[in-house]
């Protein structure tokens, strides 16, 4: 089984068990197979086997072992790009379908629990968004006007947030959003899956994935799923090779956990605009503060510590009930040239392969819709939303902000050129990891605990980027679209779809 996507253990993660399935360990067959058991391949699967079709799921790691687990879990139609944005980009018709399919997606969470009965801590509240400090107000103006036209007709000006601790200015209010711990959520969903007849398979890596009329997945152990349609879940497409990730770029983003006196903060989601923006919420209990933030390009920076340090710096000079630090924790968003998922037929692929991704920073209700979205493309029926999340679709104002990443990717290649992180292996302290170079090859080394090197080639087998290593989480980080993988190697995050190549140690 692989390692999580990251050393550091969210809220969710301490506080509830998943269950656990086997290894899929013979060849088998489905209406649809769903490789990746994150919200988007869960939620497509309930729906899928609800709507009477066979379905398979595998995921290599444990079930809700990717991002899911590392999300804050703000249920929102108030979406991280400004809806004056997504009219600019998707028209004003866009604007009004996004609204309405993350109100949707909101809708169906809730129907959900209710139908299941899933104690998930589901709970509606209002969200509010507001400036940094001595900015003009003038933008959340424009955002209320153009959240109206979109059909949220409630979304209003208030003073200030409920937040007596410090005053947020005039603030924009989001009616009805919601929050839900996504671990008890996923694990009830999971178990309705198999009770509807489903089947999940974990620790089973997908290595090669087929469309047409005999579709199939290989498993790395050499085993077969075949099926009349593919769903690849996996958070960034491991199937695709380029179409795609030209098209979104992998951020990190930090989150911290602060104990605070209960009910001293009033219950809400909280963001500012500043870039990047800030997101609060708290626990069921009111007890404990998540403020989240620090975002970067992944494999772009490694002083995670100090980003941790800004958060809580951030933190405790607007909540002064503040007490200990007691999670920290980070992930990764996958941020699209126009704000809005990838979900449907994956380009340039046969006409039974799918693909759910491009979360923009809206992953939970993202993965809701696409599982709402290819629920219906996978049974031939007509979908409102299908054409806005269309997976080839070109939004011609995203161009400036396509060329700045594609500029940004091609600078990350000049890792081929530079010296290592250290000169030697013997340099590599027990616990850490760093790239040499050794001739013109650049190695990824890690020395465990014990002190016994483990070195792998540093080129991502993605397309030949130098991973970089993050020190908070203990992997290897691709700087070109985001693919990671543990210390040993192992893949954790596409759009690779397979590890890096141990190397020998060079006898000393
Ligand atoms: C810190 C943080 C805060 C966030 N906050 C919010 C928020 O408040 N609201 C919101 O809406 N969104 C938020 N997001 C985004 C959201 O959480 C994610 O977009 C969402 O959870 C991703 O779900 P997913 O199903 O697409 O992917 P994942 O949960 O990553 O699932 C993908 C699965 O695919 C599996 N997999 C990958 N490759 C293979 C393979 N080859 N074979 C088999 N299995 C494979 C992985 O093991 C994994 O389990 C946040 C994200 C982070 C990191
Ligand atoms: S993720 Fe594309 S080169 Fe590494």
Request: glycine fraction near 10%; aromatic fraction near 8%; proline fraction near 5%.
């Amino acid at each position: 089984m692989k390692d999580h996507a990251g050393q550091s253990i969210s809220v969710w993660m301490a506080t509830a068990e998943l269950p656990s399935f086997s290894k899929l360990l013979m060849n088998e067959q489905a209406d649809v197979c769903v490789v990746g058991a994150g919200i988007a391949g869960l939620t497509t699967a309930y729906l899928l086997g609800r709507a009477g079709k066979s379905v398979i799921v595998l995921d290599d790691g444990p079930i809700v072992s990717g991002e899911t687990e590392r999300t804050t879990a703000h249920l929102m139609t108030a979406l991280d790009d400004r809806y004056f944005d997504l009219e600019r980009l998707h028209g004003e018709k866009g604007a009004r379908l996004a609204a309405e399919s993350h109100s949707a997606a909101i809708n169906r969470i809730e129907e959900i629990v209710c139908e299941e009965h899933i104690d998930c801590d589901f709970e509606r509240l209002n969200g509010y968004l507001f400036m940094p400090p001595g900015k003009s107000t003038g933008i959340l103006d424009r955002e209320m006007a153009a959240a109206q036209r979109a059909g949220l007709s409630d979304v209003h000006m208030v003073a200030r947030a409920p937040i007596t601790s410090f005053d947020t200015g005039r603030t924009l209010c989001f009616p009805r959003q919601a929050q839900i711990h996504p671990i008890k959520y996923l694990a009830a969903l999971a178990q309705a899956i198999t009770r509807d007849g489903g089947r999940i398979y974990t620790g089973t890596h997908a290595a090669k994935i087929e469309g047409g009329k005999s579709a199939r997945i290989n498993t790395q152990d050499g085993h077969t799923v075949t099926a009349s349609a593919i769903v690849v879940a996996t958070n960034t497409p491991v199937n695709d090779l380029l179409a795609i990730h030209t098209k979104q770029a992998a951020y990190r983003t930090y989150v911290i956990g602060a104990t605070v006196p209960a009910g001293s903060i009033s219950k809400g989601l909280y963001w500012d605009t500043s870039d990047p923006y800030h997101y609060v919420r708290l626990s069921v209990g009111s007890d404990v503060l998540f403020v989240g933030g620090e975002d970067h390009k992944t494999g772009q920076a490694d002083d995670a510590e100090a980003r941790y340090l800004r958060l809580e710096k951030w933190a405790r000079s607007r909540f002064s009930m503040m007490t200990d630090i007691v999670f920290r924790w980070s992930g990764q968003v996958m941020e699209t040239v126009d704000g809005l998922a990838f979900i449907g037929r994956n380009p340039m692929d046969e006409p039974n392969v799918y693909i759910a991704t491009g979360d923009s920073g809206n992953g939970m209700t993202h993965g809701t819709i696409a599982g709402m979205v290819l629920t219906d493309l996978i049974q031939g029926r007509d979908n409102a939303w299908a054409t806005l999340y269309e997976p080839s679709r070109k939004t011609l104002g995203a161009l400036k902000i396509f060329a700045k990443e594609t500029l940004n990717v091609a600078a990350q290649y000049a890792g081929w050129v530079t010296p290592g992180d250290v000169k030697k292996d013997v340099l590599v302290p027990p616990g850490s990891g760093a790239v040499i170079r050794r001739g013109l090859k650049k190695i990824a080394v890690y020395r465990d605990d014990a002190g016994k090197l483990h070195e792998m080639s540093a080129v991502c087998p993605h397309l030949e980027g130098i991973v970089a290593w993050n020190p908070a989480e203990k992997t290897w980080d691709c700087p070109c679209h985001g693919s990671r993988f543990d210390r040993f190697g192992k893949v954790v995050n596409g759009p690779a779809i397979t590890d890096l190549p141990a190397e020998e140690p060079p006898a000393h």
